[in-house]
């Protein structure tokens, strides 16, 4: 009998992993027509639907079966809508249904695609070697309390990942009037861009995730505070990779990139699984691993396979990568630690609630990055350009 419930909720589950695919292909002309906000639009109503309705079966009639055909259906919905709102706005997607590609525009789809699910798999293996290896050598235990750390960091980060990915479709309009020069500047501005971001969610995290896991699960959830570097340490060097991650995209080097992700997640494991069983480091010495594998693979190749495949500009590389990217690692870095360090010497004279701690710690750090990146970057040529453009919009 338990074999039976457990085959038919993994039919269930299955089935709306299944339903997801149907009609979701229409969600791509919507992306790359810069419309990606009516299909995200059509996520978040069917998605609260869906949690509304679910709420709903448990409470009533606590059926765990019932609970996952609501899922299956919400998503079908779903894309049965966004397929007839794609047939309302693209009439013309219906006529000229009989042409076909070309041999020369399959195989390189093909080699796309193959390249995609290389990168895809490799991100994938990456980002659960960690909580793999933790669990076989120091317990289950240990990976739920740093679970709770990682729900957290993992938010923010698909926050900000999916805002500095939204303009893919415009980077891909740029890339068409092959201006190189132009899309290198597009390039760095929206690298400043994230790094602002990174840098500022990174430091609220510093402060805040220590104070609030103690109001949210109570101090025996709480990891020491060389842990919570290490983890925001990660956080910070992962998502600095977002602007190479989107020009990759808009580019399509799925095909370079996704050889890269192979290499990628053995060097991951093998460094993660030294540092853990070799120097006993625990949690620290899986993330030491991730973050030694950025620095060693992806931050010099994903930048570098842009330069030469995608910009063809040579000589800039190296300037990119030694100032820019590590020259502003460094300084934002620096200035982390040190308003970390003032902000927590603040804390010793608040005898405050935790969270009330977590939420003035990231209020004063958010306002001292600010003021000090702004003074820092005020006449940088890509501030200028991003502040123009701001004022632009604002005056519309």
Same mark, same amino acid.
């Given at each position: 009998?338990?074999?039976?419930?457990?085959?038919?909720? %993994?039919?269930?589950?299955?089935?709306?992993? $299944? !339903?997801? &695919? +149907? =009609?979701?292909?229409?969600?791509?002309? /919507? @992306?790359?027509?810069?419309?990606?906000?009516?299909?995200?639009?059509?996520?978040?109503?069917?998605? %609260?639907?869906?949690?509304?309705?679910?709420? $709903? !079966?448990? &409470? +009533? =009639?606590?059926?765990?079966?019932?609970? /996952? @055909?609501?899922?299956?259906?919400?998503?079908?919905?779903?894309?049965?809508?966004?397929?007839?709102?794609?047939?309302?706005?693209?009439?013309?997607?219906?006529?000229?249904?009989?042409?076909?590609?070309?041999?020369?525009?399959?195989?390189?789809?093909?080699?796309?695609?193959?390249?995609?699910?290389?990168?895809?798999?490799?991100?994938?293996?990456?980002?659960?070697?960690?909580?793999?290896?933790?669990?076989?050598?120091?317990?289950?235990?240990?990976?739920?309390?740093?679970?709770?750390?990682?729900?957290?960091?993992?938010?923010?980060?698909?926050?900000?990942?999916?805002?500095?990915?939204?303009?893919?479709?415009?980077?891909?309009?740029?890339?068409?009037?092959?201006?190189?020069?132009?899309?290198?500047?597009?390039?760095?501005?929206?690298?400043?861009?994230?790094?602002?971001?990174?840098?500022?969610?990174?430091?609220?995290?510093?402060?805040?995730?220590?104070?609030?896991?103690?109001?949210?699960?109570?101090?025996?959830?709480?990891?020491?505070?060389?842990?919570?570097?290490?983890?925001?340490?990660?956080?910070?060097?992962?998502?600095?990779?977002?602007?190479?991650?989107?020009?990759?995209?808009?580019?399509?080097?799925?095909?370079?990139?996704?050889?890269?992700?192979?290499?990628?997640?053995?060097?991951?494991?093998?460094?993660?699984?030294?540092?853990?069983?070799?120097?006993?480091?625990?949690?620290?010495?899986?993330?030491?691993?991730?973050?030694?594998?950025?620095?060693?693979?992806?931050?010099?190749?994903?930048?570098?396979?842009?330069?030469?495949?995608?910009?063809?500009?040579?000589?800039?590389?190296?300037?990119?990568?030694?100032?820019?990217?590590?020259?502003?690692?460094?300084?934002?870095?620096?200035?982390?630690?040190?308003?970390?360090?003032?902000?927590?010497?603040?804390?010793?004279?608040?005898?405050?609630?935790?969270?009330?701690?977590?939420?003035?710690?990231?209020?004063?750090?958010?306002?001292?990055?600010?003021?000090?990146?702004?003074?820092?970057?005020?006449?940088?040529?890509?501030?200028?350009?991003?502040?123009?453009?701001?004022?632009?919009?604002?005056?519309?």
């Amino acid at each position: 009998a338990k074999n039976d419930i457990f085959t038919s909720a %993994l039919t269930l589950y299955l089935s709306n992993s $299944v !339903v997801s &695919y +149907f =009609f979701t292909y229409k969600r791509s002309i /919507l @992306i790359a027509d810069q419309k990606e906000y009516k299909s995200s639009m059509n996520t978040f109503k069917y998605t %609260l639907l869906q949690t509304i309705l679910q709420i $709903v !079966v448990l &409470y +009533f =009639f606590k059926a765990y079966s019932l609970y /996952l @055909i609501v899922a299956t259906i919400c998503t079908l919905i779903s894309n049965l809508s966004i397929s007839a709102l794609v047939n309302r706005e693209y009439p013309y997607l219906k006529e000229n249904t009989k042409l076909r590609l070309s041999r020369v525009d399959i195989k390189q789809i093909r080699s796309n695609i193959i390249g995609m699910v290389g990168s895809r798999i490799g991100s994938i293996v990456v980002r659960s070697t960690d909580n793999l290896l933790l669990s076989a050598f120091m317990g289950l235990a240990i990976v739920g309390i740093y679970s709770n750390y990682l729900l957290i960091v993992t938010s923010v980060s698909t926050i900000l990942s999916k805002l500095m990915s939204s303009v893919t479709a415009s980077i891909g309009n740029l890339i068409a009037e092959k201006d190189a020069t132009k899309s290198l500047f597009i390039y760095k501005t929206h690298f400043y861009i994230n790094l602002v971001m990174t840098t500022i969610t990174a430091a609220c995290l510093l402060v805040a995730l220590n104070p609030f896991v103690h109001a949210w699960a109570g101090k025996n959830y709480v990891l020491t505070s060389s842990t919570v570097i290490v983890i925001v340490l990660n956080y910070f060097i992962d998502q600095l990779r977002q602007s190479s991650i989107v020009f990759v995209s808009a580019y399509g080097l799925f095909v370079p990139n996704g050889k890269k992700s192979v290499i990628e997640a053995l060097v991951n494991f093998i460094l993660s699984l030294t540092l853990l069983t070799v120097f006993h480091l625990g949690i620290k010495g899986v993330l030491i691993g991730t973050i030694l594998t950025n620095l060693l693979v992806n931050s010099w190749f994903e930048p570098l396979i842009i330069f030469q495949k995608g910009f063809a500009i040579k000589g800039k590389f190296k300037t990119f990568y030694l100032k820019t990217y590590f020259g502003n690692l460094f300084l934002m870095g620096t200035l982390i630690a040190v308003l970390a360090w003032l902000v927590f010497w603040i804390d010793t004279y608040l005898n405050w609630p935790a969270l009330a701690i977590a939420i003035i710690n990231v209020v004063l750090i958010a306002l001292f990055l600010i003021v000090i990146i702004i003074g820092f970057y005020h006449r940088q040529e890509n501030f200028i350009y991003i502040k123009n453009t701001l004022l632009k919009k604002i005056h519309k």
